[in-house]
C-alpha cells in the first residue's frame, strides 16, 4: 500500500494503532501514565522508536511519570480517527468474514461493520450477528445507501479479482484483502492485502530456521 503524500508512514500508523490497544488496555487497568521504554518493551521494539513516533504526531509531553495514558490515547485517536464515522461492509460472509465482524465490532472502534454481501441465499436477506446481508447485485445501490467507505474482503479466493470492478463502480475507498490473492486498484483507493496463508508460513520458516539453529 503507497503511502499518501505528507502521510504519516504506514509502519508508523500501524504502531500507532497497536500503542492505542495497549494504552486502552492500561486505562482499564487503572494505570494512569507510562513511560516509553515500558510501551516499547510491549511492543518489542526501543523507546527511541516509540519517541520518534510521538514526536512525527507532534507529541512530546514525557513527564517524569511517563506519558499521561489518557491524554496519549486522545492524542492518538485525533490522528487516526475520521471526524465522522466510516462505515465498513464486509464481502463474504462465510466463517473468516463472520469471524471479523465479530472480532472487529466488540472492540468499540469508530469504525464499524454496518453491512455484508454474499451471494448465498440462506445468508442474503438475513442478519448474522446482527448485520444485515445482501446480495452482491445490490452491492453498489447498498454502499450509496448505508454510506460505506470501506469494504473487507473475505470471499472465496476464486472470486475475489470478480469484486476489483464492482468495488471501483461503488466508489469504495479503501479495501481490506484478507484473500490470497492480492488485489490491484487504481490510484486514490487505499488497498491492504493480507494474505494469512503466506504469513503463517514465514512464521513456520523462521520457527525452522530458529529450531535448526538451536540443534
Not at 68 to 84: A, E, F, G
Not at 90 to 102: C, E, P, R, Y
Not at 181 to 210: C, H
Given at each position: 500500500?503507497?503511502?499518501?503524500?505528507?502521510?504519516?508512514?504506514?509502519?508508523?500508523?500501524?504502531?500507532?494503532?497497536?500503542?492505542?490497544?495497549?494504552?486502552?488496555?492500561?486505562?482499564?487497568?487503572?494505570?494512569?501514565?507510562?513511560?516509553?521504554?515500558?510501551?516499547?518493551?510491549?511492543?518489542?521494539?526501543?523507546?527511541?522508536?516509540?519517541?520518534?513516533?510521538?514526536?512525527?504526531?507532534?507529541?512530546?509531553?514525557?513527564?517524569?511519570?511517563?506519558?499521561?495514558?489518557?491524554?496519549?490515547?486522545?492524542?492518538?485517536?485525533?490522528?487516526?480517527?475520521?471526524?465522522?464515522?466510516?462505515?465498513?461492509?464486509?464481502?463474504?460472509?462465510?466463517?473468516?468474514?463472520?469471524?471479523?465482524?465479530?472480532?472487529?465490532?466488540?472492540?468499540?472502534?469508530?469504525?464499524?461493520i454496518t453491512t455484508a454481501f454474499?451471494?448465498?441465499?440462506?445468508?442474503?436477506?438475513?442478519?448474522?450477528?446482527?448485520?444485515?446481508?445482501?446480495?452482491?447485485?445490490?452491492?453498489?445501490?447498498?454502499?450509496?445507501?448505508?454510506?460505506?467507505?470501506?469494504?473487507?474482503?473475505?470471499?472465496?479466493?476464486?472470486?475475489?479479482?470478480?469484486?476489483?470492478?464492482?468495488?471501483?463502480?461503488?466508489?469504495?475507498?479503501?479495501?481490506?484483502?484478507?484473500?490470497?490473492?492480492?488485489?490491484?486498484?487504481?490510484?486514490?483507493?487505499?488497498?491492504?492485502?493480507?494474505?494469512?496463508?503466506t504469513l503463517l508460513e514465514k512464521?513456520?520458516?523462521?520457527?525452522?530456521?530458529?529450531?535448526?539453529?538451536?540443534?
Amino acid at each position: 500500500m503507497a503511502a499518501l503524500t505528507n502521510a504519516i508512514p504506514e509502519k508508523t500508523v500501524e504502531r500507532l494503532s497497536e500503542y492505542r490497544r495497549t494504552l486502552l488496555a492500561c486505562h482499564k487497568q487503572g494505570i494512569s501514565h507510562i513511560f516509553s521504554h515500558v510501551l516499547a518493551g510491549i511492543h518489542g521494539i526501543t523507546a527511541v522508536q516509540v519517541r520518534r513516533d510521538l514526536m512525527l504526531i507532534g507529541f512530546s509531553s514525557d513527564t517524569k511519570k511517563g506519558y499521561d495514558v489518557q491524554v496519549l490515547i486522545n492524542y492518538i485517536s485525533n490522528i487516526l480517527d475520521s471526524p465522522t464515522p466510516m462505515n465498513v461492509a464486509v464481502l463474504g460472509m462465510g466463517h473468516l468474514g463472520q469471524a471479523i465482524t465479530k472480532y472487529f465490532n466488540s472492540k468499540g472502534l469508530k469504525l464499524r461493520i454496518t453491512t455484508a454481501f454474499d451471494v448465498d441465499p440462506q445468508k442474503v436477506g438475513h442478519e448474522i450477528d446482527g448485520i444485515p446481508c445482501f446480495h452482491m447485485d445490490q452491492f453498489e445501490k447498498a454502499v450509496e445507501e448505508r454510506d460505506i467507505s470501506i469494504v473487507v474482503v473475505s470471499s472465496p479466493t476464486n472470486v475475489a479479482l470478480d469484486l476489483v470492478v464492482p468495488i471501483i463502480n461503488a466508489g469504495i475507498r479503501g479495501v481490506l484483502n484478507f484473500t490470497s490473492t492480492p488485489l490491484n486498484f487504481p490510484q486514490g483507493i487505499i488497498v491492504e492485502n493480507y494474505d494469512i496463508t503466506t504469513l503463517l508460513e514465514k512464521v513456520a520458516y523462521f520457527v525452522k530456521e530458529s529450531d535448526s539453529n538451536n540443534s
